[in-house]
């Protein structure tokens, strides 16, 4: 069973940076892709960053110039570093990893909480 666990969450004041990560039970070349998502009450969970097994990467507009999507193969982790956070980047924020694998399951974490007080 594949398993992706997320750390470094946490409350931090607006301006403040936070880093997190998220560690596979497996090697991450398995994943075609990797990415963080985020949610808040009410609202559907949004994409934040994503990164593809040849690096490539993609983020919301949001949270571009701020956050930066990284991985360490040797490790199995994915990292999202998140700088000058405002208030509205409160959520809770997944790591989520789409299996190269037949039927190319969707996996995720269980989330982590980040909260910017202004």
């Known amino acids: 069973q594949v398993q992706l666990v997320e750390s470094g969450g946490g409350l931090v004041q607006a301006g403040g940076s936070l880093l997190l990560s998220c560690a596979a039970s497996?090697?991450?070349?398995?994943?075609?892709?990797m990415g963080w998502y985020r949610q808040v009450p009410g609202r559907q969970r949004e994409l934040v960053a994503d990164i593809t097994s040849g690096g490539s990467t993609n983020y919301a507009d949001s949270v571009k110039g701020r956050f930066t999507i990284s991985r360490d193969n040797a490790k199995n982790t994915v990292y999202l570093q998140m700088n000058s956070l405002k208030p509205e980047d409160t959520a809770v924020y997944y790591c989520?990893?789409?299996?190269?694998?037949?039927?190319?399951?969707?996996?995720w974490g269980q989330g982590t909480q980040v909260t910017v007080s202004s």
């Open positions: 989520n990893g789409q299996s190269r694998k037949f039927p190319f399951r969707r996996y």
């Open positions: 497996e090697s991450i070349f398995s994943f075609s892709a």
